[in-house]
Every structure is written in C-alpha cells, then in structure tokens.
C-alpha cells in the first residue's frame, strides 16, 4: 500500500505510511520552523519540556504510570534542522491496536496523550511550572555540552557555522550556549504559543492500522487554534565561494579537519541521484576513494568520511588526524575529489556505490526508526521519492553523470581542530 497523505488543518499534514511488518505503531509530530538565532535555543527546548510532564500528567510518576497503561508505551523528542528549517519532533511508540488485550484502540490514547503534552503543557498563567524548566533547563545544558565534548560533532558544528556564518544553516541545532542559559520560562512559553500557530506541522503515522481515528483527534485539538503557518524558507545557501580556513584549539588528542565544499546541486536538481552517487564514491563507503586512499594506502588519518546534505548542497568531508598530517591530508581529499573530475572511476567504483546506496535504502522498511527518519527528513520535499522508488533511481545514474556532478563541488571552507598542550577531553 501506497503512502498516503490528508490535509488536516492550513499548514498541517497527516501521512499514514503503511507498515505490516511491525508489532508496534509509531506517530510523530513534526513542528518545522524557520531557523532564527533570536529563536533556535527556546524553540530547540520545547520538544524535551513537553514530553517531560503535561497539565493531565504533571509529573514522572503518573506520567510514567499512563504510558505503562498504555503496553509500555515510549515518548521520545528530537531536534535537527533540514536546511534553512528547524525540525522539531515529539514521538509516541506502542503496540499495535490488534494485540491489544480489550480490543482497545491504543493508537488513538497515545495520540490522546500526544495532544496532552502539545497543547495543554504544566503552565503556571503565562509561563512553564518554574521547577520543570528549571530542570529542563539544566538538562538542555548538558545537551549542548555533550554536543561539544563529542569532538568530532562539534568539528562538523563549527565548520557548519563557519561555512554558513551569514545565513540560517550556520545556526547550531540547539543554539549558542549563552543564549539557553538566559532563558526564561515564559519565553519559553511565548514561543510554544507561536510555534503551534506558525509552525508546518506534519503527523507521520508508521504501523498497520487505522489512523483515521489520530487524525481526527488532532484535527480537533488544532480546530481551536488560529493557524497562520509559515512558508518554507529557501533550503539553499550562498554559491560564492570564500576560501575560508580556520583552525581552533581545543583539550584535543586528535585533531579533526572538516572540509566544505559547496554546489548548486540539491534534492531538487535533476542531478540529485548523481550527487547522492558521487558522495558515495568519493567518500561514503569503504570502497570509495578517500577511504582507500587517504586512510589506507597513505595512512594519513583514523577515518575520512564524506556527507551529502541533500538540503542545501553542501558535502562536509571530515577525518581525525594527526596535527602535522594536516595539509597533506587536505591535499589528498583534494586529489581525489579532482581524480574523480577528470573521470578516474572505474565500473567496480561504480557498481560497490550504487550497490551500498540501493542496499541502503531498501534496508529503510526494516525500522520504523528509519521509516520516520526518511519521511520526516523529505517533508518539504512535496511528492516523497519512497526507499524503494529511491533504489531504482539510483541504479540509473550513469558513470558519465556522477563525473559531471563532481565538476560542481567546489572547496569553500577547511576548519581544523587542533590541541592545545592541555589536557584532552575527548
């Protein structure tokens, strides 16, 4: 069966994904919003402040009781940003309707609990219950701190932000630090007011049954909101290129060096499906170029790797080194990038990419992880390519393509992160 989709209210879309290979049924909420440093950090909270406690279940006790109710059912919240937008995402998992003891409609109460936690959040007046932001608070803290020890994150974070320092992709996820340290409960209500007005909100609904009654519900509990939503911003980034190069020092035993290179080639370029190749063969797999090259025959750093953001066009290719490997090392990537430009690709190249990529993709329907995450991901995209429309697309691409597509990458920016003779903490 078909993805199916409805319009629930303006600027809100429901998508049932049939899924009858699994016991348990998935909905997710999905807010997208456009990326604004004025905003990031109070909207990049709101998903973990509300799965924690709502007005029906104000704390971890009963609301751990009712989601023991519901067959152990799991809430989780997530943030992440898809180009220019800021994706925010509240998940309830439970079990399928049909294994439900008394027939009960399981699905519809973990909506019910879902629209608790959206719409009627612990408020005191015109503003979060003041010990559970202040709780939140410090944990969303210690997220952005995890987001900097993790070194190698933190390297792609900051070559992100250099890259893209004038325009809204160069915003961190969860923002600056100094900003969530100044948030203010209501703030922080202020802009859950605005988000469920403005904000595009699609409803992913993963499993095998009925989401009728779901969407029903939520089309009543949104009836009573006025909705202005939003456009989606432009996903793309400036096509100039700056030549930046950065290096910073941290209490790093290994460095990282993160190198930007931009194109005009997005998830709505006809060369899409090359540029998706490409990026494989340049660096995605261990069959691809820099990983037979740069980390095994020349042994210069402890992984090279390279990403596509199918958003904006960007290709982050990224490494652990050694400080005094690091200009060979950006040389080399170089190298391989221009080998792949002047059409040094063989069939078996050709043939392992396409094969990893269709794998890849076909492996997709095994999870509802990644069923959602494919989805959500392609929300702005209008008709969704599905994982298995995906596969055959990419077995069409062509060796002369993926060595056209190569001729649109180009270096804009080389951040290294360095130690600096103090202790590491990585």
Same mark, same amino acid.
């Given at each position: ?10 600027? *809100? ?219 989606? $911003? ?59 090259? $740069? ?21 982050? $290719? ?45 492996? $997709? ?39 056209? *597509? ?21």
């Amino acid at each position: 069966m078909a993805v199916q989709t409805i319009e629930i209210a303006p600027g *809100v879309t429901g998508r049932y994904i049939p899924a009858q290979q699994f016991k348990t049924t998935r909905i997710t909420v999905q807010l997208l919003t456009p990326l604004n440093l004025k905003t990031v950090s109070r909207n990049a909270m709101l998903p973990f402040i509300l799965t924690r406690a709502c007005k029906a279940y104000p704390d971890l006790k009963s609301l751990n009781s009712k989601l023991a109710s519901l067959y152990g059912a799991a809430l989780m919240a997530d943030v992440s940003k898809i180009g220019n937008m800021h994706s925010l995402a509240f998940t309830i998992s439970s079990i399928n309707d049909k294994y439900a003891l008394d027939n009960s409609s399981v699905a519809g109460e973990c909506a019910k609990l879902l629209i608790s936690m959206l719409f009627n959040p612990l408020l005191d007046g015109a503003r979060f219950n003041e010990k559970l932001f202040e709780s939140e608070k410090r944990l969303f803290l210690e997220r952005i701190d995890g987001e900097i020890n993790e070194k190698r994150r933190y390297a792609i974070s900051r070559a992100e932000n250099i890259m893209c320092e004038t325009e809204p992709y160069g915003i961190s996820k969860y923002g600056p630090r100094a900003m969530a340290q100044g948030l203010t409960s209501g703030e922080l209500y202020l802009a859950w007011e605005e988000l469920l007005k403005t904000a595009i909100i699609n409803i992913n609904f993963i499993g095998d049954g009925d989401p009728a009654p779901v969407y029903d519900a939520f089309k009543k509990a949104i009836s009573s909101i006025e909705r202005l939503p939003l456009s989606a $911003v432009d996903q793309s980034v400036s096509h100039e290129i700056s030549g930046k190069s950065v290096t910073e020092r941290m209490a790093v035993t290994q460095s990282k060096l993160v190198m930007g290179f931009k194109s005009d080639i997005t998830c709505k370029s006809e060369l899409y499906m090359p540029a998706v190749v490409f990026c494989d063969l340049y660096g995605g797999s261990p069959h691809s170029k820099l990983f037979q090259n $740069v980390r095994e025959k020349l042994s210069l750093c402890y992984y090279c790797a390279a990403r596509y953001n199918r958003s904006n066009g960007i290709i982050l $290719v990224d490494s652990g080194i050694q400080e005094e490997n690091a200009e060979h090392a950006r040389s080399e990537i170089i190298k391989q990038l221009d080998e792949i430009k002047s059409g040094n690709v063989s069939d078996e190249e050709l043939s392992a990419s396409k094969a990893a990529l269709t794998d890849s993709a076909k492996s $997709v329907n095994d999870s509802q992880y990644a069923m959602d995450t494919w989805y959500g991901q392609r929300s702005l995209d209008g008709d969704i390519v599905s994982p298995h429309q995906f596969a055959e697309m990419i077995n069409n691409v062509t060796k002369e393509q993926v060595i056209e *597509v190569s001729k649109h990458f180009n270096l804009d920016t080389t951040y290294l992160l360095a130690p600096n003779g103090g202790n590491s903490d990585e």
